[in-house]
C-alpha cells in the first residue's frame, strides 16, 4: 500500500468532490485489493463488480472516513471485503467454481507462506506465529478466502466444534499478543 | 447494547470483521452497530488489528474496464458528453439515452416473463429514474396476482448511513400505503401482496419513494422527504 499520508491527501479531496484525486487513490490502491478481491471470490467477473461497487461507496462515503477507522488502506480493505463477502455469500455454492482461476490461486502464496511487509505487518506476522498451525490457518483462510465455517470443516477435514474453537481461541490469542 | 458483556462483544467483532459471522447474526449484528458507538469502535479496533492480513495477498492489475465502470457510475454522464460537441445534441443523446433505457426494460420485462412464466405475466411497471434520467428502481406488479418485484439497477450510491427507503403506493383517494424498505443492491425481489394492499394497488396510478429511519416509517405514513416519484404504467 502506498504511504498513508498520500492516500489521506487523496481521500480528503475525493470527499470534497476531487475525481482526479480520487482516480489516483483508486490507482495507488486497487493492485492489492483486485488481488483480495480475487483470492476472495475466485472468479474475475465477480471481483470486478466488487471492486467497482465497493469505491462507488468510496467516492459517496468519502466525508464518512475518520481517524477512528485506522488508516486510509484499512477503511478501503473493509469496504472492499464486506462487500466481497455479502458477494460470496449471496451465491449458491455450485456457482462459485472457476477452474482456471482456481488453478491460478493454488500457484499464489498460501495462508502458511509469509513474506514480511511493513511494520504492522511484522507485529501481525509475529502475533499469528505465536498461534498453532490449526488456529492460524483457520484465521487466515477465513480472512483471504471468505470461508464460512462449514466451509472451513471441508477443507480442514475438522469437525464444526473444533474449527469455531481453533477461530475463536486464535482471535483472543492474537488480541492479547497485539497489545503487548 | 450495553447487555452485551465485554468478552461477547468482542468476540462477535472479530467474527464479523473476520467474516466469520455470516447469515442472519452477521444481519443482527449490523443492527447492533448502527445503534452502539463501543460496537462499532469494537469492530474498528479488530480491522486495524487484521487487515493487514490482505497486503499479503498478491498484487494484481485491475483491468481497465474497472476504473470505466466506477468513472461512469459516480459521473453518469460521462458517456454521452464525451460524444457531444454542442447542447442540442446532448440534449437529444439525453432524451434518446431515456427512451431506449426505457425500452430495454420494457423489453426486458417482456422477455423475462414470456420465458419463464407467461400465465402470470406483469402487467404494470414504474420506473424511478434520478436527475439525469438514469434508471435507480424498477418496481413491477400483477393487478390479478399482487405478485410485485422490485429491482434496483443503480440506486447503490445513494445509500445513507442509518436511513432506509419506502416505497409507497399514491392511491387517488387516501392516504398513503406503505409497500416496505427497498433493497439499494442486489437480485430482483419479489413478494405477493395481500388482497388489501392489491386492492389499493388497482386504485393507484403513482408511486413515490421516501428517506425514513433504518425499519421504516414508525408511523405508517411518509415521514421523511419524498425523493422520488413515478407514474404507473400499463403494459
Same mark, same amino acid.
Given at each position: 500500500?502506498?504511504?498513508?499520508?498520500? %492516500?489521506?491527501?487523496?481521500?480528503?479531496?475525493?470527499?470534497?468532490?476531487?475525481?482526479?484525486?480520487?482516480?489516483?487513490?483508486?490507482? =495507488?490502491?486497487?493492485p492489492? %485489493?483486485?488481488?483480495? $478481491?480475487?483470492?476472495?471470490?475466485?472468479?474475475?467477473?465477480?471481483?470486478?463488480?466488487?471492486?467497482?461497487?465497493?469505491?462507488?461507496?468510496?467516492?459517496?462515503?468519502?466525508?464518512?472516513?475518520?481517524?477512528?477507522?485506522?488508516?486510509?488502506?484499512?477503511?478501503?480493505?473493509?469496504?472492499?471485503?464486506?462487500?466481497?463477502?455479502?458477494?460470496?455469500?449471496s451465491?449458491k +455454492?455450485?456457482?462459485?467454481?472457476d477452474?482456471?482461476?482456481?488453478?491460478?490461486?493454488?500457484d499464489? +502464496?498460501? +495462508?502458511?507462506?509469509?513474506?514480511?511487509?511493513?511494520?504492522?505487518?511484522?507485529? =501481525?506476522?509475529? $502475533?499469528?506465529?505465536?498461534?498453532?498451525?490449526?488456529?492460524?490457518?483457520?484465521?487466515?483462510?477465513?480472512?483471504?478466502?471468505?470461508?464460512?465455517?462449514?466451509?472451513?470443516?471441508?477443507r480442514?477435514?475438522? +469437525?464444526?466444534?473444533?474449527?469455531?474453537?481453533?477461530?475463536?481461541?486464535?482471535?483472543?490469542? %492474537?488480541?492479547? $499478543?497485539?497489545?503487548? | 447494547?450495553?447487555?452485551?458483556?465485554?468478552?461477547?462483544?468482542?468476540?462477535?467483532?472479530?467474527?464479523?470483521?473476520?467474516?466469520t459471522?455470516?447469515?442472519?447474526?452477521?444481519?443482527? &449484528?449490523?443492527?447492533?452497530?448502527?445503534?452502539?458507538?463501543?460496537?462499532?469502535?469494537?469492530?474498528?479496533?479488530?480491522?486495524?488489528?487484521?487487515?493487514?492480513?490482505?497486503?499479503?495477498?498478491?498484487?494484481?492489475?485491475?483491468?481497465?474496464?474497472?476504473?470505466?465502470?466506477?468513472?461512469?457510475?459516480?459521473?453518469?454522464?460521462?458517456?454521452?458528453?464525451?460524444?457531444?460537441?454542442?447542447?442540442?445534441?446532448? &440534449?437529444?443523446?439525453?432524451?434518446?439515452?431515456?427512451?431506449?433505457?426505457?425500452?430495454?426494460?420494457?423489453?426486458?420485462?417482456?422477455?423475462?416473463?414470456?420465458?419463464?412464466?407467461?400465465?402470470?405475466?406483469?402487467?404494470?411497471?414504474?420506473?424511478?429514474?434520478?436527475?439525469?434520467?438514469?434508471?435507480?428502481?424498477?418496481?413491477?406488479?400483477?393487478?390479478?396476482? *399482487?405478485?410485485?418485484?422490485?429491482?434496483?439497477?443503480?440506486?447503490?450510491? /445513494?445509500?445513507?448511513?442509518?436511513?432506509?427507503?419506502?416505497?409507497?403506493?399514491?392511491?387517488?383517494?387516501?392516504?398513503?400505503?406503505?409497500?416496505?424498505?427497498?433493497?439499494?443492491?442486489?437480485?430482483?425481489?419479489?413478494?405477493?401482496?395481500?388482497?388489501?394492499?392489491?386492492?389499493?394497488?388497482?386504485?393507484?396510478?403513482?408511486?413515490?419513494?421516501?428517506l425514513?429511519? /433504518?425499519? *421504516?416509517?414508525?408511523?405508517?405514513?411518509?415521514?421523511?422527504?419524498?425523493?422520488y416519484q413515478?407514474?404507473?404504467?400499463?403494459?
Open positions: 500500500m502506498a504511504e498513508q499520508a498520500e %492516500l489521506l491527501r487523496l481521500l480528503q479531496a475525493s470527499a470534497q468532490g476531487n475525481q482526479q484525486s480520487f482516480e489516483k487513490l483508486y490507482q =495507488l490502491t486497487a492489492n %485489493l483486485f488481488g483480495l $478481491c480475487l483470492r476472495m471470490l475466485k472468479r474475475r467477473d465477480w471481483a470486478e463488480e466488487v471492486m467497482q461497487e465497493a469505491f462507488v461507496k468510496v467516492w459517496h462515503h468519502a466525508s464518512e472516513y475518520h481517524q477512528d477507522r485506522g488508516q486510509v488502506n484499512t477503511w478501503l480493505t473493509s469496504i472492499v471485503r464486506y462487500r466481497a463477502l455479502d458477494r460470496i455469500r451465491q +455454492p455450485t456457482e462459485a467454481l477452474e482456471s482461476h482456481e488453478q491460478k490461486a493454488s499464489a +502464496p498460501g +495462508p502458511m507462506d509469509w513474506a514480511v511487509k511493513g511494520t504492522e505487518m511484522n507485529a =501481525l506476522e509475529a $502475533c499469528l506465529d505465536e498461534l498453532n498451525d490449526n488456529q492460524k490457518e483457520a484465521i487466515v483462510l477465513s480472512f483471504i478466502e471468505g470461508l464460512t465455517h462449514q466451509e472451513l470443516t471441508e480442514t477435514e475438522s +469437525p464444526l466444534g473444533t474449527i469455531k474453537s481453533w477461530i475463536r481461541r486464535g482471535l483472543q490469542s %492474537l488480541k492479547r $499478543c497485539l497489545a503487548k | 447494547m450495553n447487555y452485551l458483556k465485554p468478552e461477547l462483544l468482542e468476540q462477535l467483532a472479530a467474527e464479523y470483521v473476520l467474516g459471522l455470516h447469515g442472519g447474526a452477521r444481519r443482527r &449484528f449490523e443492527q447492533l452497530m448502527m445503534e452502539s458507538y463501543p460496537i462499532r469502535s469494537a469492530v474498528w479496533e479488530w480491522e486495524q488489528q487484521i487487515n493487514p492480513i490482505a497486503n499479503n495477498v498478491p498484487k494484481v492489475p485491475p483491468p481497465d474496464s474497472i476504473w470505466k465502470g466506477i468513472d461512469e457510475r459516480i459521473n453518469p454522464q460521462t458517456r454521452i458528453e464525451d460524444k457531444q460537441t454542442g447542447w442540442r445534441s446532448l &440534449f437529444l443523446w439525453q432524451s434518446w439515452g431515456a427512451m431506449s433505457t426505457a425500452i430495454a426494460v420494457v423489453l426486458a420485462i417482456f422477455i423475462a416473463y414470456q420465458t419463464s412464466a407467461p400465465v402470470d405475466a406483469l402487467n404494470q411497471v414504474a420506473v424511478f429514474n434520478d436527475d439525469q434520467n438514469q434508471p435507480l428502481w424498477l418496481v413491477s406488479s400483477n393487478t390479478k396476482t *399482487g405478485q410485485l418485484a422490485i429491482k434496483p439497477i443503480n440506486a447503490e450510491a /445513494l445509500e445513507v448511513d442509518n436511513k432506509a427507503f419506502e416505497l409507497w403506493m399514491l392511491p387517488t383517494n387516501g392516504q398513503p400505503r406503505s409497500l416496505g424498505l427497498l433493497p439499494v443492491s442486489g437480485k430482483r425481489q419479489e413478494m405477493v401482496l395481500s388482497p388489501q394492499l392489491l386492492s389499493v394497488l388497482q386504485a393507484t396510478n403513482g408511486l413515490a419513494i421516501s425514513e429511519p /433504518l425499519g *421504516g416509517s414508525p408511523t405508517g405514513l411518509p415521514t421523511g422527504p419524498v425523493l413515478a407514474p404507473i404504467l400499463a403494459l
